[in-house]
């Protein structure tokens, strides 16, 4: 069973930086592409980042470029989102979502709170 | 960039009706890379629909998706109670991956 399990958010002020990171298991890891898709309270699912099989090709939505990196760790089948810079607009939930070898999203992480504010 | 635009933002029906929900592309979608989502409050989201037509692993027949180019559509044949939810689209051929901004099926 394909089990995607995001840590490491909670309430930071604006300006700080917080590192999420997901860890994955019943799936070949470095086989899939991942993402980090994010969801504003009461709002629309927003891209926000990817990360090929073996982390040699990344790509950042315009919101988060410059802000944003996204790394893996195969060899610990983990997924990370370092985040600098928050703003009051990051404020979301985050999910880590696996892509199929095809592409499309197929398995979501349940998510996790990212709060910013002072 | 590929913006997808879904109709109508919100659908008011009875169970057992047919739902249909629309998906336009500012551009044409390479290969017919569109998906479909649900998201149920509260929940993650799951996929549903993949290359535009093709049925994700244990989701019923009455999901159905058809369309080419920059018009989708999903339909539900009869909606059952746990139908009542949140659905997206989403481009997946190229960076990056944006999703439309939901249409929201409720209980008339």
């Known amino acids: 069973e394909v089990q995607l399990v995001e840590s490491g958010g909670g309430l930071v002020q604006p300006g700080r930086s917080l590192r999420l990171s997901c860890a994955a298991s019943g799936f070949t890891f470095d086989d899939y592409g991942m993402h980090w898709v994010r969801q504003a309270p009461g709002k629309g699912l927003e891209w926000v980042s990817g990360?090929?099989?073996?982390?040699?090709?990344?790509a950042y939505a315009d919101s988060v470029k410059g802000r944003f990196t996204i790394s893996r760790d195969n060899a610990k089948n983990s997924l990370y989102l370092q985040m600098d810079s928050l703003r009051a607009e990051d404020m979301a939930f985050y999910y880590c979502?696996?892509?199929?070898?095809?592409?499309?999203?197929?398995?979501w992480g349940q998510g996790i709170l990212v709060a910013v504010s002072s | 960039e590929i913006v997808l635009t879904q109709s109508p933002g919100t659908l008011s029906l009875s169970p057992g009706d047919r739902a249909t929900l629309s998906c336009r592309a500012s551009?044409?979608?390479?290969?017919?890379?569109l998906a479909w989502y649900q998201q149920n409050p509260g929940q993650a989201p799951r996929l549903l629909i993949y290359?535009?037509?093709s049925r994700a692993t244990g989701i019923p027949d009455r999901f159905s998706g058809s369309g080419s180019g920059t018009d989708f559509t999903l339909t539900i044949s009869r909606l059952e109670p746990e139908d009542f939810a949140v659905y997206y689209c989403?481009?997946?051929?190229?960076?990056?991956?944006?999703f439309g901004q939901g249409t929201k099926v409720e209980i008339k």
């Open positions: 989403q481009q997946y051929g190229s960076s990056p991956w944006p």
């Open positions: 979502v696996k892509a199929s070898g095809y592409h499309y999203f197929d398995y």
């Open positions: 990360i090929s099989w073996n982390g040699g090709s990344v």
């Open positions: 551009q044409p979608v390479s290969s017919s890379f």
């Open positions: 290359a535009a037509s």
